[in-house]
């Protein structure tokens, strides 16, 4: 599986966008990208996945560029709410499951 | 039910008892999870079911860690003879989809099982 690089933290004032970057470099061409967002004394929830180009959904956008060696997890305008670690993944559409590092934990600030 | 439920929520251990630890996950989904996340770090895998059948089993730290899903839903992580190492918080997920794949929804965890071994 190919290995993800992402920010260790981040800080955000409220109201603001959010791009977090992570990279994958090693990633195969049947692999998709997937964010998953953890909330202190919660398991991870899966918040958007995608395989190029860009997705949106209610909650994020995620961009990745042609070449997939990374992608930008997008929030718009975050609030105090949005505090959380946030884990890029790369997965295999075969049979592997998911593989999760350590995250770029967020700290919104009021 | 319409989450994924673990039970109990917070478990204190004495170093060499056996614990057990329950996982009710989604109905109707057909993998399940279980993952370990120790303090400050990401979730690491342990093993994993499709319906009853154990097909991966590869993250399971120590032959003390032993899971079983018998019905194809409920699953218990069983650990035997605990040690301080294993305290954490133990994570199950689903999916609907087999195969380890995440399919149209990525994995639902559940809140997990936090193990304090003293």
């Known amino acids: 599986l190919a290995k993800t690089t992402q920010p260790i933290s981040m800080d955000s004032y409220e109201g603001q966008e959010v791009n977090i970057t992570c990279s994958h470099n090693?990633?195969?061409?049947?692999?998709?990208i997937t964010w998953y967002q953890q909330f202190p004394s919660q398991g991870p929830r899966f918040i958007i996945q995608g395989y190029k180009t860009k997705v949106t959904n209610e909650v994020a956008s995620l961009f990745i560029p042609a070449d997939r060696k990374s992608s930008t997890l997008s929030l718009p305008r975050v609030s105090l709410s949005d505090t959380a670690v946030y884990y890029c993944?790369?997965?295999?559409?075969?049979?592997?499951?998911?593989?999760f590092g350590k995250g770029t934990r967020l700290s919104v600030i009021a | 039910g319409a989450g994924v439920s673990q039970s109990p929520r917070y478990k204190v251990a004495k170093r060499g008892q056996d614990v057990a630890l329950r996982c009710d996950p989604i109905?109707?989904?057909?993998?399940l999870f279980w993952y370990q996340q120790a303090l400050g770090q990401g979730p690491e895998f342990l093993t994993y079911?499709?319906?009853?059948?154990?097909?991966?089993k590869s993250g399971l730290p120590s032959d003390r860690f032993f899971a079983e899903r018998p019905e194809g839903s409920v699953s218990t992580l069983k650990i035997q003879r605990t040690q301080q190492e294993d305290s954490a918080v133990y994570l199950c997920?689903?999916?609907?989809?087999?195969?380890?794949?995440?399919?149209?929804?990525?994995?639902?965890f559940g809140s997990g099982t936090r193990l304090t071994v003293v």
């Open positions: 090693n990633i195969a061409t049947n692999d998709y």
């Open positions: 079911f499709q319906n009853e059948a154990q097909l991966d």
């Open positions: 109905s109707g989904h057909v993998s």
């Open positions: 993944l790369v997965y295999n559409s075969g049979n592997t499951p998911l593989v």
């Open positions: 997920a689903s999916s609907l989809e087999g195969g380890g794949r995440t399919g149209e929804y990525g994995y639902t």
